[in-house]
């Protein structure tokens, strides 16, 4: 389950977000070149031949994380064929203008997830 996904790592709109990442996990790019699973969940799925279930919450809104996540995700999604299991995919849609690229708060963010559990919140 994910808000506004960063899907795709390679694809953040703040270059220097990436730069910091591999700096920090990596001793050198030529290490996080070799490890590509780590940054684009499509090549986690193709390296482990596996789709799990996914619940994407996604903001209409931010043009910035569609454009450059959910779009280019859906996309190589269509193209894969090697997966052995598959799991479906449900995507939410919501409108909210004011949030852009930021994910919804923590009180609506457990709703969603008991909501996908489908369990009664107390």
């Not at 790019?29 to 684009?40: P, S, T, V």
């Not at 996309?75 to 598959?86: D, S, T, V």
Request: charged residues 25%; proline residues 2%.
């Amino acid at each position: 389950m994910a808000d506004n996904a960063q899907l795709d790592v390679a694809n953040w709109i703040f270059k220097d977000a990436l730069d910091c990442v591999i700096s920090f996990c990596f001793d050198n790019i030529g290490d996080a070149l070799r490890h590509k699973e780590r940054f684009n969940v499509i090549d986690a799925f193709e390296k482990h031949g596996y789709v799990p279930k996914i619940y994407l919450h996604v903001n209409a809104c931010s043009v910035a994380d569609n454009s450059t996540q959910l779009v280019p995700f859906l996309a190589r999604m269509e193209q894969l064929r090697a997966i052995k299991e598959y799991n479906d995919m449900e995507i939410y849609l919501h409108y909210a203008p004011e949030k852009a690229y930021n994910g919804i708060d923590m009180d609506d963010a457990i709703d969603f997830l008991y909501s996908v559990l489908g369990v009664e919140k107390e």
